[in-house]
């Protein structure tokens, strides 16, 4: 159980910001016991791969806290968030083995399969809600929102690592978040389409 909290733990962060969960599972991976790599994924752990996550870690920074740019950031980061959360999830299959469970060692591909559905959840939510939080502040809200975002990913994982117990908590919170933006996004646009339709019906007088 503990090993699919923490999966699920370093995929949901995973949707918020690709990188950070694949650092903090690679570093703690180097320097701690608190995480033990599966066959195939100590690549993860090397110096060099994580020196270059932490380049495209500050460039995702960068990017993410800039008006328009940040949508765009996004799009591309449709394919290499669930791929980092399908990732994650696949690395903790070591946790499954530290509790004498075999049934995810044995099916790897769900693991994988389940971090990259979680991941793609979240980055649907994050991409959905970004251009409105942009239009609502006038681009004001962005960094603001993405450093919110990167803080949570971060804890988030270390959650996942440390405390996966807490994750349920944590996704329940997410989840409620997700909910209220969601619903500020569809009125947002409801809204817009109103004033589209109330703009074309109006005529000036001639």
């Not at 932490?54 to 394919?79: F, G, H, R, Y």
């Not at 999830?89 to 389940?114: C, D, H, I, K």
């Not at 502040?137 to 690592?161: H, K, N, R, Y």
Request: charged share 15%; hydrophobic share 55%; aromatic share 6%.
């Amino acid at each position: 159980m503990l090993a699919a909290l923490t999966g699920l733990g370093l995929s949901t962060a995973a949707g918020l910001n690709a990188y950070i969960p694949l650092l903090v599972v690679g570093v703690l991976a180097n320097v701690t016991d608190a995480v033990r790599l599966p066959d195939g994924y100590a690549w993860l752990s090397n110096w060099g791969v994580l020196a270059v996550l932490a380049v495209l870690l500050v460039a995702e920074m960068v990017l993410d806290k800039v008006p328009a740019v940040d949508s765009v950031n996004d799009a591309i980061q449709t394919v290499v968030r669930p791929a980092s959360g399908g990732v994650v999830f696949s690395a903790t299959s070591a946790a499954a083995e530290l509790e004498n469970s075999t049934w995810m060692t044995e099916r790897p591909w769900v693991g994988w399969l389940l971090g990259v559905v979680l991941a793609l959840a979240v980055h649907a939510v994050k991409s959905a809600a970004r251009p409105v939080i942009n239009a609502g502040t006038a681009g004001v809200g962005a960094p603001v929102v993405s450093t919110v975002e990167d803080a949570g990913s971060f804890g988030m994982s270390l959650i996942a690592v440390f405390l996966p117990v807490l994750v349920i908590v944590a996704l329940l919170l997410l989840a409620v978040a997700a909910w209220w933006l969601l619903r500020r996004v569809r009125r947002f646009r409801a809204h817009r389409r109103a004033r589209k339709r109330a703009t074309g019906n109006h005529h000036p007088p001639g």
